[in-house]
């Protein structure tokens, strides 16, 4: 992955985020729900999705971004959640709630090493009654990606989860909010 981004403009630009070069945004191929901005990586599997959402019920942080990881997970799979941690968003009120997790999600319908990774961030945004979910899916096929490089257990990644994971962070650093009326629901 490049080290190089670029600012890019989301939901008719009232919001920016800086993205890796080599991403491209999804709505330019297929259609992409209007809550929504996708942008996948032209040489890999590897996307970011940003998810604007009806604030779930939950009051507790780490429940609500579980809420969202199940949300996303097919019905089956096996999901297990390797870290989370309350975060900072540089660019966003101070005291915005925020949390971010790493998960893994696992087909229940095969005993292969495939597996996607998820880095997910969830931004509460209490006045606008929205969460905002980040999610970087690194998809792990046997066969493009190296086996004996990640070991999850000892706390090894890999090299695509590293790169996850530096994405994940600049959107920490860059996210930016330039229209609130975007949370309106208009």
């Given at each position: 992955m490049?080290n190089?981004?670029?600012?890019?403009?989301?939901y008719?630009k009232a919001v920016?985020?800086k993205?890796?070069?080599?991403?491209?945004?999804?709505s330019k191929?297929r259609?992409?729900?209007?809550n929504q901005?996708?942008?996948?990586?032209e040489t890999?599997?590897?996307?970011?999705?940003?998810?604007?959402?009806?604030?779930?019920?939950e009051?507790?942080?780490v429940e609500?971004?579980?809420?969202?990881l199940?949300?996303?997970a097919e019905?089956?799979?096996?999901i297990k959640?390797w870290?989370?941690s309350?975060?900072?968003?540089?660019?966003?009120?101070?005291?915005?709630p925020?949390?971010?997790?790493f998960?893994?999600?696992?087909?229940?319908?095969?005993?292969t090493?495939n597996?996607?990774?998820?880095?997910m961030?969830?931004?509460?945004?209490?006045?606008?009654?929205?969460?905002?979910?980040?999610?970087?899916?690194?998809?792990?096929l046997?066969?493009?990606?190296?086996?004996?490089?990640?070991?999850?257990?000892?706390?090894?990644?890999?090299?695509?989860i590293?790169e996850?994971?530096?994405?994940?962070?600049q959107?920490?650093?860059s996210l930016?909010?330039?229209?609130?009326?975007?949370?309106?629901g208009d």
């Open positions: 490049s190089e981004y670029v600012c890019t403009g989301l008719g920016t985020v993205l890796p070069l080599g991403f491209i945004d999804v191929l259609q992409v729900p209007d901005e996708v942008y996948v990586k890999g599997l590897t996307s970011i999705i940003f998810d604007i959402t009806e604030r779930v019920d009051s507790d942080v609500a971004i579980k809420y969202h199940e949300d996303v019905k089956g799979n096996i959640v870290a989370n309350v975060v900072n968003m540089a660019k966003f009120p101070s005291g915005t925020a949390i971010t997790l998960a893994t999600i696992h087909p229940s319908h095969t005993t090493s597996f996607t990774a998820l880095i961030t969830l931004i509460r945004l209490e006045r606008q009654k929205t969460d905002v979910v980040v999610t970087v899916n690194i998809p792990h046997v066969g493009e990606y190296d086996q004996g490089a990640i070991n999850l257990e000892e706390g090894i990644p890999g090299a695509l590293k996850g994971m530096t994405m994940r962070d959107v920490l650093q930016e909010v330039h229209d609130w009326n975007l949370f309106n």
